[in-house]
């Protein structure tokens, strides 16, 4: 992991590659004809091609090959869990190590951003097809830009005050700045992408009024997963016992958590949501952070640059103890724990208890009356299709919760299907 910064809240945890470090980076690759590395990219975000780009010093090529692939490629670069997947796939882990393909890929957009290329530009030629997407996050913004690359009016509705879905709201900045995924949005808005703020499907406004009473040909629904995962242990209707969500939602606006300096937190959970929560709670300026897992650190779900970075800010990470209780009088002052091998017990102070256990889907019914799969999840196949007609869905309220590149890729895929809907209905 690269140099970590202690510069606060809003501070990159890590430090990216500059020019000369990015072309030796580049130069490392083997530039292997059948790129494995490509293959390992669920989003199909092409490292084997942007990479012999940058090598041959093509920066503006480089970011064009990210972003036709993969619109959020900035976003992509800072959280996608790329030790998983195209770094494990790079040849040169048989030799020494793989290929930092993580960090050329960040190089390349920020190289785009501080230079203004447009890499991206509103097709010629449009169609007639008008298709909705339910949800501002990954997998709507996605399937949006390809419906927009293709010619089609896409316009997506979000209920919160901007794009970006976890982007936006359920990631750290130090892990994820804002400026980044603003900077990603930008691009998908420059496609001819539309966005309603404000605008929640569901409660007035169903996928059924969309499409019978607004006109629209068909709808997306990409909504991510915002209900808490619950510990079932007494006390945790507790004040200051905060789910991950709305703890990292609230640490984000304006205004904050004001009162964090000097504060006791307790995070309970084992993967990057915790981490976040964890390392966000000590830029913020709490004085004590302890992450709580119920199994070991090597089953922990985390990113290991992720552990390391909490770590070196000096977050206590105990292992093999889950929670047992809160307590406290109105707001919890202390949390129990019960050990692994059913006799260890510990008891800790706190002045806040964060849960990283995991997101439910909300009652998604209100916005489109298709069949559920486990935890309230829309059941699709083939792409994207539900059982009810014209309306598709894809990412975290699919797939019930996986990364940032799998929601990309699951939108794209989504976005095919609706092509190909909108053909067989005769709407170009």
């Not at 390349?108 to 449009?126: H, V």
């Not at 059924?208 to 997963?225: P, R, S």
Request: hydrophobic share 40%; charged share 25%.
């Amino acid at each position: 992991m690269s140099k970590v910064t202690m510069g606060g809240y809003t501070a990159e945890a890590e430090t990216g590659f500059n020019h000369r470090t990015a072309m030796e980076e580049a130069a490392r690759c083997l530039l292997c004809e059948d790129a494995p590395c490509s293959m390992g990219c669920p989003a199909g975000t092409n490292p084997g091609d942007f990479i012999r780009s940058i090598r041959f010093r093509n920066t503006k090529g480089a970011a064009e090959i990210i972003r036709e692939n993969n619109v959020l490629g900035g976003s992509c670069a800072r959280v996608c869990p790329y030790d998983k997947l195209c770094e494990e796939a790079c040849s040169r882990c048989g030799i020494d190590r793989p290929i930092e393909i993580g960090k050329l890929q960040r190089y390349a957009i920020e190289q785009e951003k501080i230079f203004g290329m447009k890499t991206l530009k509103k097709p010629r030629s449009r169609k007639k097809g008008r298709v909705a997407c339910v949800g501002a996050g990954p997998a709507s913004l996605a399937c949006a830009a390809e419906l927009a690359k293709a010619g089609y009016e896409a316009t997506i509705f979000e209920r919160e005050a901007k794009a970006g879905g976890v982007l936006s709201y359920g990631i750290t900045p130090a892990r994820l700045p804002q400026k980044v995924v603003d900077w990603d949005i930008a691009t998908v808005k420059g496609i001819g992408v539309k966005f309603e703020f404000g605008k929640e499907i569901g409660k007035k406004i169903t996928a059924k009024d969309l499409l019978e009473k607004q006109g629209f040909d068909a709808v997306f629904v990409g909504a991510g997963l915002w209900k808490s995962g619950s510990a079932s242990v007494p006390g945790e209707d507790l004040k200051n016992i905060l789910s991950a969500v709305g703890f990292l939602k609230k640490a984000r606006a304006e205004g904050g958590f004001k009162d964090m300096k000097g504060k006791k937190v307790v995070v309970i959970g084992g993967g990057d949501v915790a981490m976040d929560c964890a390392t966000t709670a000590k830029l913020l300026g709490a004085s004590d952070v302890h992450i709580w897992y119920r199994r070991t650190i090597e089953e922990a779900p985390a990113n290991i640059d992720e552990i390391r970075y909490a770590l070196s800010l000096g977050i206590t990470i105990t292992t093999n103890f889950a929670p047992k209780s809160f307590g406290g009088k109105t707001k919890v002052e202390f949390a129990e724990f019960q050990g692994r091998d059913g006799k260890s017990e510990a008891k800790v102070c706190c002045d806040y208890a964060v849960l990283a256990i995991g997101q439910q889907a909300e009652d998604i019914t209100g916005v489109a009356d298709a069949a559920l799969s486990g935890k309230g999840c829309i059941a699709a196949r083939g792409g994207g299709k539900t059982t009810v007609p014209g309306v598709f869905a894809a990412g975290d309220i699919v797939n019930g919760g996986k990364t940032v590149v799998e929601a990309v890729a699951a939108g794209k895929e989504a976005a095919e299907t609706i092509i190909a809907y909108l053909d067989k209905k005769g709407v170009k």
